[in-house]
């Protein structure tokens, strides 16, 4: 790949993916970013000899596809794409319904999907690529309130393990990054959609979580723009980490699960090692 790359980046008119795409633009690549409202997207943007804003909604397969052909057509090839978009449901798993959890899961795992399988022949033609992909810590520790987002983030962290083999012999290479707490758009209410109290049991709880992430909101201690500088920065570099823990928080994180796993292995390691047949 030359210094000069083309990334195409979901969800990005507004928060992280807006950093991004100007992040990436200051850079200088080219930067396709997309988003379900292009004029949108561009206006957020802002105006850029090497940007072109396009339509996609992660969710539709064949708006992949189209944008993928809009970018070849524009810019003859991909680089890196940044699977980006997303949204939040957050609630207690038995008060979010069925349709929310799905809503969740087709967003934020089945979306990447679609957007990646549309990118591969291309990334596999070229024998070179970055498949860069937005996770979160909720994709490593789960937590409370946060069921359908950590279930749909786990998914990706175990997609994109097992695809890095799969597609690697191609010269393709994978990156995830997993932020903590960004001051992003991601607990406005355009982007988080609380799930309706319906149980006594979880009232009280609920009330006290939404209240706390309402207060929370904008006053998160990571700065997006710092984040958008250091993906395009790791992105450039000879080997991109497997995996990138955006903040201090998710450094901490990391290091806490890591240390859980470790004690959980270690708690019973003899009745585990024991289960072998006899013969």
Same mark, same amino acid.
């Not at 786990?154 to 903590?180: A, C, N, Q, Y």
């Not at 790791?234 to 470790?262: H, I, M, T, Y």
């Given at each position: ?8 980046? &979901? ?9 991004? +795409? ?19 997207? $561009?206006?957020?943007?802002?105006? #850029? ?9 992660? &969710? ?23 699977? *980006? ?21 087709? %967003? ?5 999907? *679609?957007? %990646? ?15 860069? %992909?937005?996770?979160?810590? =909720? ?7 946060? !069921? ?15 695809? &890095?083999?799969?597609? !690697?012999?191609?010269?393709?290479? %994978? ?16 982007? &988080? ?17 939404? /209240? ?22 790791? +992105? ?8 990138? /823990? $955006? ?5 901490? $994180?990391?290091? =806490?699960? /890591? ?5 959980? =292995?270690?708690? #019973? ?7 072998? #047949?006899?013969?």
């Amino acid at each position: 790949m030359t210094d000069r790359k083309v990334w195409l980046i &979901t969800g990005a008119g507004r928060g992280l993916g807006v950093d991004l +795409a100007k992040a990436a633009l200051s850079a200088g690549h080219s930067v396709v970013a997309t988003g379900r409202d292009p004029t949108k997207v $561009a206006a957020a943007i802002g105006d #850029h000899d090497g940007l072109l804003a396009i339509k996609l909604d992660v &969710t539709r397969p064949e708006d992949a596809r189209d944008a993928v052909e809009a970018t070849l057509e524009k810019f003859g090839r991909i680089d890196v794409l940044v699977n *980006n978009a997303g949204n939040f449901y957050a609630g207690f798993f038995e008060e979010l319904s069925p349709e929310q959890v799905r809503n969740q899961i087709e %967003t934020l795992l089945f979306g990447p999907m *679609n957007v %990646t399988r549309a990118v591969l022949p291309v990334m596999r033609k070229q024998r070179s690529g970055l498949l860069l %992909t937005l996770s979160s810590t =909720a994709g490593i520790a789960g937590g409370v309130f946060c !069921s359908a987002y950590a279930a749909a983030k786990f998914g990706l962290e175990g997609w994109v393990e097992s695809l &890095t083999p799969e597609v !690697s012999p191609f010269g393709i290479r %994978t990156m995830l990054v997993e932020p903590g707490f960004f001051r992003t758009e991601l607990l406005t209410a355009g982007s &988080t959609t609380y799930a309706k109290s319906s149980i006594g049991d979880y009232a009280e709880s609920s009330r006290e979580t939404v /209240a706390a992430w309402s207060r929370m909101d904008g006053k998160q201690g990571g700065d997006p723009v710092k984040l958008a500088g250091a993906i395009v920065q790791l +992105a450039g570099s000879d080997n991109p980490p497997a995996r990138f /823990a $955006a903040g201090a928080d998710a450094v901490q $994180a990391f290091e =806490a699960k /890591a240390n859980l796993l470790l004690g959980q =292995a270690n708690a #019973h390691r003899q009745l585990s090692s024991s289960l072998a #047949h006899d013969d």
